[in-house]
């Protein structure tokens, strides 16, 4: 930062003497930065103008990923910062394959002496260390995608963000029940054998969050549908996915989904010839038969509201979650070769009453728990069912502390509230019909 502010010191001398003793340094609004990012042919543009273009010039925007370019989930990341920046002409550098431990601090503090004014880093765990940097970096915005601790730590220089993708997932189940019911109608298997497999990362909310909305926007329209679900403790392991969807499909998954990042279970799909729902992006032109739609969240909304923000010296909110409406939630086109017939139109009934509030993907009337099951039991203290199962009351741990503690009332006339109270997910229940086969949570 000691080298940017140099820059900026530099830059306002040079266009004192230029602008005759105009020393104006105010940040550019929005529709000044617009503009500064357009070469001009007027050779009397006055100072103001020569000052946002020279601030627009020396905007420097860093990002931190935890892989690279092979990984479904870090490639969506990549894309939305190169259009982000392209779009609004600022300079942005880029580390890969930065792990969640010390190494994230080194990246964030180096791309700080670098000049970036604004720096983003993509996974769970590289929380604490860009909040370390955070700390040390008062001058420089760090933005932390899928974190929980932003609206806790209380700095005025870190912020969380996340978008309300069990929307797309419940959409992209939505899709998933359509071709179980296509399969039961041709003969393929009873309905009653409508069962689906999802390759988890984790036991994170995250990931509970997301295979629950996809089983049920699956059993919305398919309602025998049941699930297995199987984690690989990694991210990124192509390995341990494919061999987690072939163990799912020789329990006899007829479909399978996930939430990792790798190739690993969509290919072993397409060898198997079992139908898939991928997530982060499309996977057709490696699985053309089988891939049918997928479900990921767009970051070009957030990375371009955030480096506005920096540009016009706005506040950046702790909390920013992204929705269907801000173009942060978005699916691929069908894959009308492997899809059900009439999927795109049932996607776009289902985003409509969505948008509308008509439905909610947790409505607590479309599911039912149980508090003595071995993964909720440590939560019987939160929550409250009625005779037949449906959730009434729950306080979840929306807040941060090392030890779960129910702090936050979520269920909201009659829906549990994910995202509302805070942009990472927060649904971590264990609901029925879905089964987990090798870990409790």
Not at 252 to 270: F, I, N, R, Y
Not at 291 to 314: C, H, L, N, Q
Not at 325 to 347: K, P, Q, R
Not at 363 to 374: G, L, R, Y
Request: with cysteine; charged share 20%; hydrophobic share 40%.
């Amino acid at each position: 930062m000691k080298k940017f502010v140099a820059l900026l010191l530099a830059l306002a001398m040079v266009f004192a003497l230029c602008a005759c003793g105009n020393s104006n340094s105010a940040a550019p609004k929005q529709d000044d930065a617009a503009e500064s990012s357009q070469p001009s042919d007027n050779a009397s543009d006055n100072a103001s103008e020569n000052q946002s273009a020279a601030d627009l010039s020396a905007l420097k925007v860093g990002f931190i990923f935890l892989h690279d370019e092979n990984s479904t989930y870090d490639l969506n990341f990549m894309n939305a910062a190169k259009e982000a920046c392209e779009t609004l002409g600022v300079e942005s550098v880029f580390k890969t394959n930065i792990p969640e431990d010390q190494s994230c601090y080194e990246a964030a503090a180096e791309l700080a002496d670098a000049g970036c004014n604004i720096v983003f880093a993509d996974s769970f765990g590289h929380e604490d260390y860009i909040i370390q940097a955070a700390k040390e970096f008062p001058e420089v915005q760090f933005c932390h995608s899928t974190g929980t601790k932003a609206h806790t730590e209380g700095l005025d220089n870190y912020h969380n963000a996340f978008a309300s993708i069990y929307e797309g997932r419940y959409l992209a189940g939505v899709a998933a029940g359509l071709k179980l019911n296509e399969m039961i109608d041709n003969g393929d298997f009873a309905a009653e054998d409508a069962k689906i497999g999802y390759v988890g990362a984790f036991t994170y909310a995250e990931v509970v969050s997301g295979y629950t909305s996809f089983f049920l926007g699956a059993r919305s329209v398919c309602p025998t549908a049941t699930m297995e679900v199987t984690f690989t403790g990694s991210w990124y392991d192509e390995t341990a996915e494919k061999e987690a969807a072939n163990k799912l499909i020789a329990n006899g998954c007829k479909l399978v989904s996930q939430h990792a990042d790798s190739m690993g279970a969509p290919t072993a799909c397409e060898t198997a010839g079992v139908p898939n729902v991928s997530y982060n992006g499309s996977t057709i032109s490696a699985c053309p038969n089988t891939f049918i739609v997928s479900s990921r969240i767009d970051w070009a909304p957030y990375y371009e509201y955030a480096i506005k923000a920096v540009m016009d010296g706005t506040e950046i909110p702790a909390d920013w979650t992204g929705t269907l409406a801000t173009g942060s939630v978005v699916l691929t086109d069908v894959n009308e070769t492997a899809a059900a017939a009439g999927t795109a139109e049932a996607i776009a009934a289902a985003t409509e009453k969505l948008e509308k509030g008509e439905i909610h993907v947790f409505d607590c009337a479309n599911f039912t728990t149980k508090v003595d099951d071995k993964v909720n039991t440590f939560k019987a203290d939160y929550l409250k069912l009625d005779e037949a199962g449906h959730i009434t009351s729950y306080m979840a741990d929306v807040d941060t502390d090392a030890a779960y503690t129910g702090d936050t009332e979520v269920i909201k006339d009659g829906y549990f509230a994910e995202s509302e109270f805070r942009s990472a997910p927060y649904f971590d229940l264990q609901i029925d019909g879905i089964n987990l086969l090798d870990t409790a949570m």
